[in-house]
């Protein structure tokens, strides 16, 4: 399996405050976007799988929504993220 609790926590750590942090927006925000990378590899190699097509776009929404919250309670926060994760170019 790809994403073990290893991953997580290594996740949740290098955008958390700790490993434990995991209700953060911008925890969430590199959880997600790990999972997007993932889905997306996978729907390139099988583009009939339609369960995950949808999947993944639920987790792009999920994701865009999270961002919106971020930018609208903390700009600087959000800006820091959006580099870390280099998600806008």
């Known amino acids: 399996m790809y994403l073990t609790s290893d991953v997580k926590k290594d996740i949740f750590t290098q955008n958390g405050a700790s490993s434990t942090d995991t209700g953060s927006p911008e925890s969430q925000i590199?959880?997600?976007t790990?999972?997007?990378k993932?889905?997306?590899e996978h729907v390139k190699e099988n583009?009939?799988?339609l369960n995950t097509k949808r999947s993944l776009m639920t987790l792009v929404g999920k994701r865009r929504k999270?961002?919106?919250y971020l930018k609208?309670?903390?700009i600087?926060?959000?800006r820091a993220i959006i580099k870390k994760?280099?998600?806008r170019k």
Request: aromatic residues 12%; glycine residues 4%; without cysteine.
């Open 30 to 32: 590199a959880l997600f």
């Open 34 to 36: 790990f999972r997007i």
């Open 38 to 40: 993932h889905l997306t």
């Open 47 to 49: 583009h009939k799988d």
């Open 66 to 68: 999270m961002l919106a």
């Open 72 to 74: 609208e309670q903390d």
């Open 76 to 78: 600087e926060r959000y």
């Open 85 to 87: 994760l280099g998600l």
